[in-house]
Structures are given as structure tokens and as C-alpha cells.
Nanobody, 122 residues
């Protein structure tokens, strides 16, 4: 079992930055692929970024160049640095884990956090 707890969400003005954190329980964190997803009201949950156990990174086109995913296996934590935020980035952001490679399909992930709200004002 892996438990995930997100933090770092909040209200920010357009053009601003936030860093989300996802703390994971368990001794096998380093072997998991981690993903960040988001869900805006009335929309489906969408892939934002992912990082493999080997620290290879993947991004949705909508955030490429603005967001950076990273992981610190010594702290069992994955981060999402979000820069140049715009109102379209407003959503609940979720951290997810799976024991195989990074994929963009939410249903393929085994463990989920409770989510953290990110609101970007114009």
C-alpha cells in the first residue's frame, strides 16, 4: 500500500508560481512511477506530468516549458513546480503512483492522493 498526501496548492495571480508536493508512505517509493493529474469542474481528469523510477520526465503539451516535475527519493516526495500560471491551470491537482512505467491514463494508476486546489486569478 502507498499513501499519498499533496500540499502546496492555493490562490495565485496569473503569471505567478506554485510548487506542489506529494509525500508518499512506504519503503518502495523509488520504484514507483509518479504522476500529476488535474481536474477542473465539469472536465475529465487529465495528465499533467509524470516521472519514472529512473527520473525520466513527461509532460502534457499544455504545461511543457512551464511546469517541472521532480522527485526526491530520500524524502519519498515528488514535486510539481508550476510557473507562468494562467487561469486555465485552475483545477484540483492530484498525485498518483503506479508500479510500472509512466502513462497518461488516470485509470492505470494504483494509488491517489486526496488532491489540492490550485486557483489562478486573472
Amino acid at each position: 500500500q502507498v499513501q499519498l498526501v499533496e500540499s502546496g496548492g492555493g490562490l495565485v495571480q496569473a503569471g505567478g508560481s506554485l510548487r506542489l508536493s506529494c509525500a508518499a508512505s512506504g519503503r518502495t517509493f523509488s520504484s514507483y512511477a509518479m504522476g500529476w493529474f488535474r481536474q477542473a469542474p465539469g472536465k475529465e481528469r487529465e495528465f499533467v506530468a509524470g516521472i519514472s523510477s529512473a527520473a525520466n520526465t513527461y509532460y502534457a503539451d499544455s504545461v511543457k516549458g512551464r511546469f517541472t516535475i521532480s522527485r526526491d527519493n530520500t524524502k519519498n516526495t515528488v514535486y510539481l513546480q508550476m510557473n507562468s500560471l494562467n487561469p486555465e491551470d485552475t483545477a484540483v491537482y492530484y498525485c498518483a503512483a503506479r508500479s510500472r512505467s509512466v502513462v497518461v491514463t488516470a485509470a492505470a494508476y494504483d494509488y491517489w492522493g486526496q488532491g489540492t486546489q490550485v486557483t489562478v486569478s486573472s
